[in-house]
């Protein structure tokens, strides 16, 4: 069964300090794993995809397939980084997208 | 491009009640989906059309929640009788075949 696992509730940082918001997930096959984040008042939208290997706003993943994880950093936080972030995994025969339960992110000035 | 539609924004039902939820895609789009998030989780889906027909319904409680998409284009997802624990954010999303989920706006509902 696919399970992503995000430990942290809430990460509450100063703009400028370093971040990394952790994903854990569970998959027997070969996972797509990406970043939806959610801004205040927003819709959710995608961010990151670790097949795209590239940075966006700043962020970055990298998959690492022997820790079975998928965090998100970032080395300086802005205050507009602030939002919910959903760490998702796609796999399994209809390519189900499965979500953790979110990392709010709190950058403060 | 417009973005995917969802209408109502809000709405607050008593137990036992039924409820409908409409979604418009966006165009071209073949793949919807449906998904419940619930305070405090993530999206879980609901139920996924390709066109006009069914992927996945797995985790769609038939007893009360049906779906449906005429035509392959808009959708509505309906539940009778709502529960207390139906209370959620209900979200829409499209895709192109196999590339990324546009989501809506969401539709909360609260069941009293």
């Known amino acids: 069964a696919q399970r992503v696992t995000q430990p942290e509730k809430l990460l509450s940082v100063f703009k400028g300090a370093p971040v990394e918001l952790k994903c854990n997930y569970s998959y027997s096959g070969s996972p797509e794993l990406f970043w939806y984040v959610q801004y205040s008042r927003q819709r959710l939208q995608l961010l990151l995809r670790?097949?795209s290997r590239e940075s966006i706003k700043g962020f970055t993943a990298d998959l690492n397939k022997g820790e079975t994880s998928f965090h998100l950093k970032k080395p300086f936080a802005q205050e507009e980084d602030s939002a919910m972030y959903y760490c998702?995994?796609?796999?399994?025969?209809?390519?189900?997208?499965?979500f953790g339960t979110g990392t709010r992110l709190l950058v403060s000035p | 491009e417009a973005g995917v539609a969802q209408s109502p924004r809000y709405k607050i039902i008593e137990k036992r009640q039924s409820v409908a939820f409409w979604c418009n895609p966006i165009s071209g789009h073949a793949t919807l989906y449906w998904y419940q998030q619930i305070l405090g989780q993530g999206p879980k889906l609901l139920i996924q059309?390709?066109?006009?027909?069914?992927?996945?319904d797995s985790q769609l409680p038939k007893d009360r929640f049906s779906a449906e998409r005429l035509k392959g284009v808009d959708s509505t997802l309906k539940i009778q009788p709502a529960k207390l624990e139906d209370s959620a954010v209900y979200l829409c999303?499209?895709?192109?075949?196999?590339?990324?989920?546009?989501f809506g706006p969401g539709t909360r509902l609260t069941v009293t």
């Open positions: 059309f390709q066109n006009n027909g069914v992927v996945d």
């Open positions: 670790h097949i």
């Open positions: 998702a995994l796609k796999g399994g025969g209809f390519q189900k997208l499965v």
């Open positions: 999303a499209s895709s192109p075949e196999g590339y990324e989920q546009y």
